[in-house]
């Protein structure tokens, strides 16, 4: 004889329907995650500048976006809002990690180095790629965040706007004005290679 | 010191990747030191644009994907957000709130002569009063009437049950299915059974009205008639 269960049909249903919208959830979000899952490291990479804190920020932001999913199906807001989690963890992890190690900010001129013929030569070098990184993690957060997305292979200045919900003419100033904060704090290269 | 009028200038043309401005062409063309200058400015940029290009766009590993996907399976498969400490303490207060204030009434009710102190004697100040002094002093029936709230002591014996049924345990999620199936599909149902509500306002017919009509005699009928006659 058939062993037969009770139940009962209208919570067995209910339940049924919130697993069935679960599971569509999931593989709803899986597809996001296939699309912007490198973004989200990508843009936690380029602030740590470290492969497994970037992993670490990322996923915990991939998780925080998985919950508050169905409110953000929308893809454009979706990427917009993961950018923004991702880059404020990322934030956030660099500057308890920075309380923790006291750094040496030294700003002072390099003294005697070989002038760099290119500007290959010159990025290449690894103190002007400490210069660079430190010149970067001082800019401001909204500055920085713009400079780094539009860097990213792909993304064309609309896509950085819409992403960030700015408009195309803010987006434009704040690269811009990046920029050139940037070439200040690295003055000193151009002093050497006009020496050379 | 003529040089330095134009760093601006040539910091932001070589920022930007524009063309110099006329005059600081002119003077860029006669002057070695601002050539040079301008050089290594768009030297800089350059290699700015090319670490922030390496730094942006790092390639994540092959199993970041895989570990995202087993964070995911560990998440609790109720999305409910944790509901913060202040929400918790303001819905605790408002429960509070609502326990006192029922316990408050229930007394109320019970000993309206104790907690009412001088309501009574308004309220019978207040019935002794006509329609129109009620009106003119801007009192309501509901006001000037003492409440009564007659209690139910019976308890509520209408307890709604839902039906249960026996399945067998591997048809479980089919009949799970069905029902909610027959759920979505049951407003469906009572509209199609439903008698469509008359809308003779809403849509005016006009009848159809012919002009003319012109009745032809069926001439070649009647020859078939007679040919079979024949």
Redesign the interface.
């Known amino acids: 004889m ?16 919130r697993e069935a919208a ?1 599971a569509a959830k ?1 593989r709803e ?2 597809e996001r ?2 699309e912007c ?2 973004l989200a ?2 843009v936690a ?2 602030v740590l ?1 470290n ?1 497994a804190d ?2 670490d920020v ?2 915990e932001a ?2 925080r976006a ?3 999913f ?1 409110g953000l199906r929308d893809a454009q807001r979706f990427r917009g809002w993961l950018v923004r989690i991702v880059f404020r963890l990322a934030l956030d992890r660099a500057r308890s990690a920075k309380r923790r190690e006291v750094r040496e900010t030294e700003w002072a001129q390099p003294a005697r180095r070989p002038a760099p013929a ?3 030569e ?2 290449a070098s690894s103190e ?2 400490a210069h ?2 430190r010149a ?1 993690d001082a800019l401001p957060d909204k500055l920085r965040l713009v ?3 539009a ?3 792909g993304h064309t200045l609309e896509e950085v706007a819409a992403m960030l919900g700015l408009p195309i003419g803010t987006v434009k100033s704040r690269l ?1 004005a990046g ?2 904060k ?2 200040e704090k ?2 000193c ?3 050497s ?2 020496k050379r | 010191m003529l040089c330095d009028k134009y760093k601006e200038a040539l910091i932001e043309a070589a920022a930007s990747g524009a063309a110099l401005p006329v005059p600081v062409r002119e003077h860029v063309d006669i002057c070695a030191d601002c050539q040079a200058s301008i050089v290594a400015e768009k030297m800089l940029f350059a290699a700015i644009d090319s670490s922030l290009h390496e730094r942006a766009n790092s390639k994540c590993r092959g199993s970041f994907a895989s570990r995202v996907e087993t964070a995911l399976n560990k998440q609790p498969k109720s999305q409910r957000a944790i509901a913060p400490a202040w929400a918790l303490a303001t819905a605790t207060a408002i429960l509070a709130c609502m326990v006192f204030g029922a316990q408050a009434f229930r007394q109320h009710i019970r000993h309206p002569q104790v907690t009412a102190g001088a309501e009574p004697k308004l309220a019978q100040a207040n019935l002794r009063l006509s329609k129109p002094e009620i009106a003119r002093k801007g009192l309501s029936i509901g006001k000037a009437l003492p409440n009564h709230h007659p209690r139910n002591t019976q308890p509520d014996l209408h307890v709604v049950r839902e039906p249960e049924v026996l399945v067998p345990p591997d048809e479980r999620e089919a009949f799970a299915k069905f029902v909610a199936g027959s759920q979505q599909t049951q407003g469906l149902a009572q509209a199609l059974l439903h008698q469509a509500p008359a809308k003779e306002d809403s849509f005016p017919l006009e009848l159809i009205q012919i002009a003319q009509l012109e009745i032809k005699p069926l001439e070649s009928q009647d020859d078939e008639q007679g040919r079979v006659e024949k």
């Open positions: 058939q062993e037969l269960v009770l139940i009962q049909p209208i919570r067995a249903a209910e339940e049924w329907g679960q999931r979000f899986e995650l296939a899952g490198p490291y990508r990479r380029s500048r492969d970037a992993e990322a996923q991939l998780l998985y919950r508050r169905d290119t500007a290959e010159l990025a002007f790629q660079f990184d970067l400079l780094l997305l860097a990213m292979e811009f920029r050139k940037l070439a690295l003055q290269y151009v002093t290679t006009k």
